[in-house]
């Protein structure tokens, strides 16, 4: 599999094991040194307090579920690279995204031994401050991808 396949599917499994709510899922996807900021702007680094933390948020908050849409991946060097999406999210028990809830997401993967681990990952709150137009044409993408069957769409684009 090639570099940008591996990245899409690490990518893919992160969001997915999200929306399953499987904090140990999530956190044996970084790399030992792997660092994450979520959408609060709440930080950790490593596997322990990756999963400390998601726990923490996973049992404690209803979340939504994310649907996403990869921009670029990239190689920056030969066991290293970026990928850049959109990502919305679903709340439970709804049909489509939640506009206030839009977001880009930076992820840049490390290979580890002959796998592929999250050595950062990003979630950015879209504010588009005095351009709605932006904001507009974000969720007009992010339906998109959800109509292409959300996650399943990750692989396109």
């Not at 904090?23 to 490593?46: E, Q, R, T, W, Y």
């Not at 996973?58 to 990239?74: D, K, P």
């Not at 992010?142 to 959300?150: N, T, V």
Request: hydrophobic share 45%; with cysteine.
């Amino acid at each position: 599999m090639s570099a940008e396949q591996s990245t899409r599917t690490l990518y893919r499994k992160l969001l997915q094991a999200w929306n399953d709510k499987d904090a140990a899922a999530m956190a044996a996807l970084l790399a030992p040194d792997g660092s994450m900021v979520g959408f609060n702007g709440s930080g950790f680094k490593g596997q322990a307090a990756a999963l400390e933390q998601l726990k923490l948020i996973l049992e404690a908050v209803t979340t939504a579920t994310y649907v996403a849409s990869v921009r670029e991946v990239r190689e920056l060097g030969s066991d290293t690279t970026l990928l850049l999406a959109a990502a919305g999210l679903v709340p439970r028990g709804k049909f489509n995204i939640n506009p206030a809830l839009n977001a880009l997401q930076c992820l840049v993967a490390t290979r580890v031994g002959a796998d592929w681990r999250v050595a950062h990952f990003q979630t950015t709150p879209t504010a588009f401050h005095e351009t709605p137009e932006q904001s507009d044409a974000l969720s007009k993408e992010l339906r998109g991808a959800l109509q292409k069957g959300g996650l399943n769409a990750i692989g396109g684009t």
